[in-house]
């Protein structure tokens, strides 16, 4: 068995299972934001299982805080499906159709099964568009201090659109060969993600 700290979720994975399990230990997160961070895992995963990249979810255990799907061994940290590229801007651009802002959209959240298909999770820290701005003091906790010093910068009277949260994260921070990430953000977006048409 192995156990990834992610934060405010671990990541246990057994064999070809794997599980999030949002009971961090310590008190560096507040109760309320971990049931808040689960509750937004469990609710997007539901909305999003028709999409073919959605986790192959075995189980939901709600009164325990856990969440477990398929695990293939891998992330996208480590290797890469045939045609990436385009199932990663498919994933983009059905994230935009349904107006979710995921902002950790770093290769670690990634893996791909067995049949070459990549599969997204940690939508822990997404919010749909008609959420916006968000107030920030609330998620502090599980900012690093680097988006923590972005958030300072980007937010207004302590509240923050996290499209704009997203264009910096897809277009700066977050790293994916051949700066594709910034490259489909500018596809799917245009430049503008807060008025974009999609």
Same mark, same amino acid.
């Given at each position: 068995?192995?156990?990834?700290?992610? @934060?405010?979720?671990?990541?246990?994975?057994?064999?070809?299972?794997? +599980?999030?399990? =949002?009971?961090?230990?310590?008190?560096?997160?507040?109760?309320?934001?971990?049931?808040?961070?689960?509750?937004?895992?469990?609710?997007?995963? /539901?909305?999003?299982?028709?999409?073919?990249? +959605?986790?192959?979810?075995?189980?939901?255990?709600?009164?325990?805080?856990?969440?477990? =799907?398929?695990?293939? @061994?891998?992330? +996208?940290?480590?290797? !890469? %499906?045939?045609?990436?590229?385009? /199932?990663?801007?498919? &994933?983009? #651009?059905?994230? $935009?159709? /349904?107006?979710?802002?995921?902002? %950790?959209?770093?290769?670690?959240?990634?893996? &791909?099964? *067995?049949?070459?298909?990549?599969?997204?999770?940690?939508?822990?820290? *997404?919010?749909?568009? %008609?959420? /916006?701005?968000?107030?920030?003091? =609330?998620?502090?906790? &599980?900012?690093?201090?680097?988006? $923590?010093?972005?958030?300072?910068? !980007?937010?207004?009277? @302590?509240?923050?659109?996290?499209?704009?949260?997203?264009? #910096? $994260?897809?277009?700066?921070?977050?790293?994916?060969?051949?700066?594709?990430?910034?490259?489909?953000?500018?596809?799917?977006? @245009? #430049?503008?993600?807060?008025?974009? $048409?999609?």
């Amino acid at each position: 068995m192995t156990v990834i700290d992610n @934060g405010i979720f671990n990541l246990v994975i057994d064999g070809d299972v794997a +599980c999030m399990d =949002f009971n961090p230990e310590g008190t560096r997160y507040p109760q309320d934001l971990v049931t808040s961070s689960f509750e937004r895992e469990y609710g997007y995963l /539901q909305r999003l299982s028709d999409y073919e990249w +959605c986790p192959e979810v075995i189980e939901y255990d709600y009164a325990n805080r856990k969440i477990y =799907f398929k695990w293939y @061994g891998n992330t +996208c940290e480590d290797m !890469l %499906s045939t045609n990436w590229k385009e /199932q990663l801007e498919t &994933i983009v #651009h059905n994230l $935009a159709e /349904q107006r979710i802002y995921k902002p %950790s959209f770093y290769p670690k959240f990634f893996y &791909i099964d *067995a049949n070459d298909n990549m599969r997204a999770y940690a939508f822990y820290s *997404a919010s749909d568009r %008609s959420e /916006q701005p968000i107030a920030m003091d =609330f998620y502090r906790p &599980i900012l690093n201090p680097h988006r $923590a010093e972005l958030v300072d910068q !980007l937010e207004v009277n @302590g509240k923050l659109d996290m499209a704009v949260l997203v264009r #910096h $994260a897809y277009t700066d921070y977050i790293k994916w060969p051949d700066n594709t990430l910034k490259e489909i953000y500018y596809r799917v977006y @245009g #430049h503008n993600l807060e008025t974009s $048409a999609v």
